[in-house]
């Protein structure tokens, strides 16, 4: 009986392991440099995945990782996401899990880094049939303003409602 139940847990445990990839993005160049990561886990059960990265200059990096769940039949789900950034001596930088702005679903991030590797690791639990699926994007900037929308100018809105006055006026004189 003891034999079965051991042989169980050495499964239960070398299944868990195979769940754990590594991954190696190279170099972050800036500016503006998007990534597009994502990963699929084809089976229920915990997981660990490790993006390794190198930053050549100091830069700026934004990130969002998203749980993509696909609810028809519960096919893909996770369960308790969470992502950390590490440097390369492999200590915590940033927990994304408790970032201002992150939910249950979606962890995100902003960071200004030096040069030197770094890397997230990402966990979770695929709790849907099929196993679960995330993705993330990945921004590098040589500024804050680099990720900053640009906001019209009060001008701008004069000289449309300018504009559609005009169309509005050809229009009318059109009918008549």
């Known amino acids: 009986m003891k034999l079965k139940l051991m042989v169980i847990a050495m499964a239960l445990g070398l299944s868990s392991l195979a769940q754990a990839q590594d ?11 998007l990534f597009n990561l994502s990963d699929e ?3 229920p059960g915990s997981f660990t995945d490790t993006w390794s990265f190198e930053v050549l200059a100091n830069t700026y990096l ?3 990782f998203t749980d993509l769940p696909i609810l028809q039949y519960n096919s893909k789900n996770i369960d308790a996401l969470s992502v950390k950034l590490y ?14 702005g992150s ?6 991030g902003a960071w200004q880094l030096t040069a ?20 993330a994007f990945l921004k590098t900037g040589t500024s804050v ?27 009318r004189r059109r009918l008549r």
Do not use: C, R, W
């Not at 200590?91 to 970032?99: F, G, H, R, T, V």
């Open 116 to 135: 030197g590797s770094y890397s997230f690791k990402v966990a979770g639990n695929a709790t849907g049939n099929q196993g679960g699926v995330y993705t």
């Open 62 to 64: 934004a990130a969002t």
């Open 41 to 43: 886990h084809n089976a």
């Open 23 to 33: 991954y190696d993005l190279g170099s972050l160049v800036v500016p503006n440099e």
């Open 103 to 108: 939910t249950s679903d979606q962890k995100l």
């Open 87 to 100: 440097d390369g001596a492999n200590e915590l930088i940033s927990n994304l899990s408790y970032s201002i």
């Open 145 to 171: 303003t680099d990720f900053t929308v640009p906001v019209p100018e009060p001008e701008t809105y004069a000289m449309l409602l300018a504009g559609l006055g005009v169309l509005a006026a050809t229009a």
